[in-house]
């Protein structure tokens, strides 16, 4: 792998990755709020549950793919260097999808309390709270998918700062939305600020970021052009397929409607702070890493994008440890992050022991982001959906049993076992059909941060029941005490057995950052 692709992906992973960072904290901060203001209650159930249709429309456009399925196709035409074609695609494709997602959007609008019904919910109030969010929040599925086809472009360009706002704004916007509105409109509040976020971040200041690299946009409809089937063909597989976001966001709240009142807040708070890890480690990566290994495969270095693909896959694997240290401390973090307010001592330990079996699935929910992106770099999408959909299917019993007899603690398990299990056997089918030669290593590699990650685990868990079992749990103080305590002890133990077994993905990281600063000032 050629060190200028290297350096590429080390910038543009610090870009996504500072995006991701910032827009995850935004999400803890929304998630903050709308504990403070409403807990566990039934409303924010409502306000949860009300995203399933949205997600599900969202899911049948692979409005979250766009990136994936459109760049192969953009990044021909630049490598050819024939733009011009390549906008007339773009412009052929947002024309003839927008005109698809409209229709949808006003069919499912009126069909909206039919389709909610298909949940578990049973409380007339919560139905009907459910309903009302979901149709403020279908709009926002137009922005989304227009917003995706502009940041693909950008990607494909190279252009990683824009896109990167996107996720900021629309957290912002519902954060802003909830504290404004939800003294009037309750949790309804927080869904006009999905509409005006996704609005603002993914349609309005994406159209910028895609006119500052030349976007040329003229309404086209050619239903019989080439590159049209060919992207139809490679998003039908996504569209039909149960992909891993969608069995993340939907099958969980599904099951999650049966149970008793404010298990599917609960879930989704434990989610929201796992997904702050996985963001960091796994999706700015992944993102930011794409467009090479799409370039790599169009010029068909398939040996490089191994390399490519198996050193990022490395980096991601320091999910494991941090993962670890959350489980350690999972009451202190969640009693500091949302209890407060209608978010109750009760909130707090039902969403602490949810993180413990979440957390267990947390370095698949991060590996996958880069194992799918090498299928679809390959343009090759059928093949992941069929595997994927076949393993979310054979692991569907797990969220019937665990439903049954762990409650949402069992939900939570189920999907770290679904999300391994998919994670896993796209991994090895990768290594089978690409001939990944390396792949060995990646294993090994993996094992090696489970078994330290362990054994710190082991030490920490004994240091923090023995030595800190007299200060108080009870007071923010004593909780913030505690995990700045356990930080900094894992930070040393970490970089300490990094330099004595020699893993140098654990400072690789830090050090883009810290040379990159050091740029930034003599500039």
Same mark, same amino acid.
């Given at each position: 792998?050629?060190?200028?692709?290297?350096?590429?992906?080390?910038?543009?992973?610090?870009?996504?990755?500072?995006?991701?960072?910032?827009?995850?904290?935004?999400?803890?901060?929304?998630?903050?709020?709308?504990?403070?203001?409403?807990?566990?209650?039934?409303?924010?159930?409502?306000?949860?549950?009300?995203?399933?249709?949205?997600?599900?429309?969202?899911?049948?456009?692979?409005?979250?793919?766009?990136?994936?399925?459109?760049?192969?196709?953009?990044?021909?035409?630049?490598?050819?260097?024939?733009?011009?074609?390549?906008?007339?695609?773009?412009?052929?494709?947002?024309?003839?999808?927008?005109?698809?997602?409209?229709?949808?959007?006003?069919?499912?609008?009126? #069909?909206?309390?039919?389709?909610?019904?298909?949940?578990?919910?049973?409380?007339?109030?919560?139905?009907?709270?459910?309903?009302?969010?979901?149709?403020?929040?279908?709009?926002?599925?137009?922005?989304?998918?227009?917003?995706?086809?502009?940041?693909?472009?950008?990607?494909?360009?190279?252009?990683?700062?824009?896109?990167?706002?996107?996720?900021?704004?629309?957290?912002?916007?519902?954060?802003?939305?909830?504290?404004?509105?939800?003294?009037?409109?309750?949790?309804?509040?927080?869904?006009?600020?999905?509409?005006?976020?996704?609005?603002?971040?993914?349609?309005?200041?994406?159209?910028?970021?895609?006119?500052?690299?030349?976007?040329?946009?003229?309404?086209?409809?050619?239903?019989?052009?080439?590159?049209?089937?060919?992207?139809?063909?490679?998003?039908?597989?996504?569209?039909?397929?149960?992909?891993?976001?969608?069995?993340?966001?939907?099958?969980?709240?599904?099951?999650?409607?049966?149970?008793?009142?404010?298990?599917?807040?609960?879930?989704?708070?434990?989610?929201?702070?796992?997904?702050?890890?996985?963001?960091?480690?796994?999706?700015?990566?992944?993102?930011?890493?794409?467009? #090479?290994?799409?370039?790599?495969?169009?010029?068909?270095?398939?040996?490089?994008?191994?390399?490519?693909?198996?050193?990022?896959?490395?980096?991601?694997?320091?999910?494991?440890?941090?993962?670890?240290?959350?489980?350690?401390?999972?009451?202190?973090?969640?009693?500091?992050?949302?209890?407060?307010?209608?978010?109750?001592?009760?909130?707090?330990?039902?969403?602490?022991?949810?993180?413990?079996?979440?957390?267990?699935?947390?370095?698949?929910?991060?590996?996958?982001?880069?194992?799918?992106?090498?299928?679809?770099?390959?343009?090759?999408?059928?093949?992941?959906?069929?595997?994927?959909?076949?393993?979310?299917?054979?692991?569907?019993?797990?969220?019937?049993?665990?439903?049954?007899?762990?409650?949402?603690?069992?939900?939570?398990?189920?999907?770290?076992?679904?999300?391994?299990?998919?994670?896993?056997?796209?991994?090895?089918?990768?290594?089978?059909?690409?001939?990944?030669?390396?792949?060995?290593?990646?294993?090994?590699?993996?094992?090696?941060?489970?078994?330290?990650?362990?054994?710190?685990?082991?030490?920490?868990?004994?240091?923090?029941?023995?030595?800190?079992?007299?200060?108080?749990?009870?007071?923010?103080?004593?909780?913030?005490?505690?995990?700045?305590?356990?930080?900094?002890?894992?930070?040393?133990?970490?970089?300490?057995?990094?330099?004595?077994?020699?893993?140098?993905?654990?400072?690789?990281?830090?050090?883009?950052?810290?040379?990159?600063?050091?740029?930034?000032?003599?500039?």
């Amino acid at each position: 792998m050629s060190k200028s692709i290297h350096k590429k992906v080390g910038i543009a992973s610090i870009i996504m990755m500072s995006s991701v960072l910032l827009s995850r904290l935004l999400g803890i901060v929304r998630e903050m709020v709308i504990a403070y203001l409403n807990g566990t209650s039934g409303s924010v159930d409502a306000y949860q549950i009300s995203f399933i249709i949205p997600e599900i429309l969202n899911h049948v456009l692979a409005s979250g793919f766009l990136s994936i399925t459109f760049i192969p196709i953009f990044t021909h035409y630049l490598s050819e260097d024939d733009e011009n074609e390549g906008w007339m695609v773009f412009s052929n494709i947002l024309t003839c999808f927008s005109i698809l997602l409209v229709i949808l959007i006003t069919i499912t609008f009126f #069909f909206a309390e039919d389709l909610i019904s298909l949940t578990g919910i049973s409380n007339p109030k919560v139905m009907q709270e459910a309903v009302r969010m979901t149709q403020i929040i279908l709009p926002a599925q137009f922005f989304f998918f227009v917003g995706g086809l502009l940041m693909a472009v950008q990607f494909a360009k190279e252009q990683f700062l824009v896109p990167a706002l996107a996720p900021l704004i629309y957290n912002l916007g519902i954060i802003v939305g909830g504290m404004l509105l939800s003294a009037k409109h309750g949790m309804a509040g927080f869904s006009w600020g999905v509409l005006g976020g996704a609005f603002l971040g993914n349609f309005v200041v994406q159209i910028w970021g895609a006119h500052k690299v030349g976007m040329r946009f003229i309404p086209t409809i050619k239903v019989t052009h080439p590159d049209l089937k060919k992207y139809i063909a490679l998003t039908l597989p996504l569209m039909v397929g149960l992909t891993m976001v969608f069995s993340t966001e939907v099958i969980p709240k599904y099951f999650g409607s049966y149970l008793p009142e404010g298990s599917v807040s609960s879930l989704n708070y434990g989610l929201r702070i796992m997904f702050l890890l996985v963001g960091l480690f796994g999706q700015a990566v992944g993102v930011a890493s794409y467009p #090479f290994l799409a370039r790599l495969a169009t010029e068909n270095k398939f040996t490089e994008m191994n390399q490519l693909l198996n050193s990022t896959l490395r980096h991601i694997s320091l999910v494991i440890p941090f993962s670890v240290l959350v489980v350690i401390l999972r009451y202190e973090v969640v009693f500091i992050v949302f209890q407060r307010g209608n978010f109750n001592k009760t909130s707090t330990e039902m969403t602490a022991n949810i993180l413990v079996f979440l957390m267990i699935g947390a370095f698949a929910f991060a590996a996958q982001t880069i194992v799918t992106r090498g299928y679809y770099a390959m343009q090759s999408t059928l093949f992941p959906a069929i595997y994927v959909t076949i393993a979310v299917f054979i692991t569907l019993p797990f969220y019937f049993i665990g439903m049954q007899y762990m409650g949402v603690n069992g939900i939570a398990l189920a999907l770290s076992l679904s999300v391994m299990f998919q994670v896993i056997l796209l991994f090895y089918l990768w290594n089978r059909k690409s001939r990944n030669e390396d792949s060995g290593s990646v294993y090994l590699f993996y094992l090696k941060m489970i078994v330290l990650s362990m054994g710190i685990g082991g030490g920490l868990y004994w240091f923090k029941k023995t030595l800190l079992s007299s200060v108080d749990n009870s007071t923010l103080l004593g909780n913030i005490g505690i995990v700045f305590i356990i930080s900094l002890l894992f930070m040393l133990i970490l970089i300490l057995l990094g330099y004595f077994f020699n893993i140098n993905e654990i400072f690789d990281i830090v050090n883009k950052v810290i040379k990159r600063k050091r740029k930034s000032r003599s500039n």
